[in-house]
Nanobody, 119 residues
Framework: QVQLVESGGGLVQAGGSLRLSCAASGSIVSINVMGWYRQAPGKQRESVALIISGGSTNYADSVKGRFTISRDNAKNTVYLQMNSLEPEDTAVYYC?????????????WGQGTQVTVSS
């Protein structure tokens, strides 16, 4: 069984910074894609940033230059450093890992963490 635990959300003023973490534990053979998604009230969940096992990254246009995704393979952890936060970044942020626990790769979601940016 695999568990994902997110942390780092909170309330911050516009222009501020937050760092999200998502740590996976349990039966883990390997992780290929690690990503962050977000869902604002009344909106669909959207991809924010992805990082693959080789280190290549991909960002939504709205966060390019402000957010940085990174991973620590030894700790099975993915991070999202968010700088120059804007009120439009307010959402519940979810991590998603493409993870092999011994029976092939499956998508695993974190529980979500609230990020609120005040103007």
């Amino acid at each position: 069984q695999v568990q994902l635990v997110e942390s780092g959300g909170g309330l911050v003023q516009a222009g501020g910074s937050l760092r999200l973490s998502c740590a996976a534990s349990g039966s883990i053979v390997s992780i290929n894609v690690m990503g962050w998604y977000r869902q604002a009230p009344g909106k669909q969940r959207e991809s924010v940033a992805l990082i693959i096992s080789g280190g290549s990254t991909n960002y939504a246009d709205s966060v390019k230059g402000r957010f940085t995704i990174s991973r620590d393979n030894a700790k099975n952890t993915v991070y999202l450093q968010m700088n120059s936060l804007e009120p439009e970044d307010t959402a519940v942020y979810y991590c998603n890992l493409g993870l092999n626990s011994g029976s092939g790769f499956r998508s695993h979601w974190g529980q979500g963490t609230q990020v609120t940016v005040s103007s």
